[in-house]
């Protein structure tokens, strides 16, 4: 029997959804923070570390961003760092355009 689980990210299954609600072990949720954890999250904003970077990048001249990343589109992690990219191009008057995606398998 396990000691308890360790889930990364917080897009789960209905059926883990469901588990700490069966099971009396520790759940922790790593890599990402949420609002809603099943039980314990542990991690940081993927949404505020990108925009940060994106910031500085553009703070140092840089007016050509990229956002590079192996294709995941089910990853929260994957999806939040879009975001956070995206938000700070807006911000910097910069279109947040599809060609400057780069996906890799």
Same mark, same amino acid.
């Given at each position: 029997?396990?000691?308890?689980f360790? !889930? *990364?990210?917080?897009?789960?299954?209905?059926?883990?959804?469901?588990?700490?609600q +069966?099971?009396?072990?520790?759940? %922790? =949720?790593?890599?990402? !923070? *949420?609002?809603?954890?099943?039980?314990?999250?542990?991690?940081?904003?993927?949404? +505020?570390?990108?925009?940060?970077? %994106? =910031?500085?990048?553009?703070?140092?001249?840089?007016?050509?961003?990229?956002?590079?990343?192996?294709?995941?589109?089910?990853?929260?992690?994957?999806?939040?760092?879009?975001?956070?990219?995206?938000?700070?191009?807006?911000?910097?008057?910069?279109?947040?355009?599809?060609?400057?995606?780069?996906?890799?398998?």
């Open positions: 029997r396990p000691a308890g360790i !889930l *990364t990210g917080y897009t789960h299954t209905p059926g883990l959804r469901k588990l700490p +069966k099971v009396a072990l520790p759940v %922790v =949720e790593t890599y990402s !923070l *949420t609002n809603d954890p099943l039980r314990v999250s542990v991690g940081y904003s993927n949404f +505020k570390a990108m925009h940060c970077l %994106v =910031e500085h990048v553009i703070r140092r001249g840089a007016r050509n961003p990229i956002f590079l990343a192996t294709d995941y589109p089910m990853n929260d992690r994957h999806l939040d760092r879009k975001s956070g990219f995206d938000a700070a191009l807006r911000a910097h008057g910069i279109d947040p355009d599809p060609r400057r995606v780069v996906l890799s398998d």
